[in-house]
């Protein structure tokens, strides 16, 4: 993986110390804690606006934890796609399929540290299905599911519970959204 916000000297603590001053300026507040372990699937949910991007990246930066995370290659053209990169995105071509689940499987059995963020939906857009690449990525990688969040009603966000899949689907999707009932995202439907 490429040098990331998260991994620049200075740069990084900086930033951190940043995140810490603009969230507590906004009102927000920062719940749960960093996991203590190298390789997971970060779920983020609710997902509706652009400031999702925002805001998690400052809840990033304020734990200090190196993630990655997946767009449309769309925004990462020039001239803006090298600071998507270094804020830890990776570019995805959504306009054919690529087997984009074994991919980054193969990612994290390729590294020593990988946290990966993805947001269920896929989209910003009110969606009745989630997509369950999320869960197939962490299944295949041997890897748990982080739960985090942000509520823009209680303007709280964080981690919550680390979750390892059973390879039962139906039932841990059950207990996933669980987590999420009652947490409201920017623009609720």
Known sequence: MQRTIFTTPVINTLCQWLARLILM??????????PGIKKYVMIAAPH?????????????????????????????????GGIMKWFGGMPVDRSRSNNLVSTVVEKFQNS?????????????????????GFYYIAAGAGVPIQLAYLDYEKKTGGYGELFIPTNDFEADMIKIKEFYKGIRGKYDS
């Open 25 to 34: 300026l906004s009102g927000w507040k920062i719940t749960g804690k960093r």
């Open 112 to 132: 020593e540290s990988l946290v990966i963020a993805i947001p269920p939906e896929g989209s910003r857009s009110k969606v009745k299905k989630w997509k369950t």
């Open 48 to 80: 509706t606006t652009n400031w999702d991007f925002f805001y998690g990246l400052l809840m990033m930066l304020y734990f200090k934890d190196e993630v990655h995370w997946m767009g449309k290659k769309q925004i990462f053209r020039p001239p803006f």
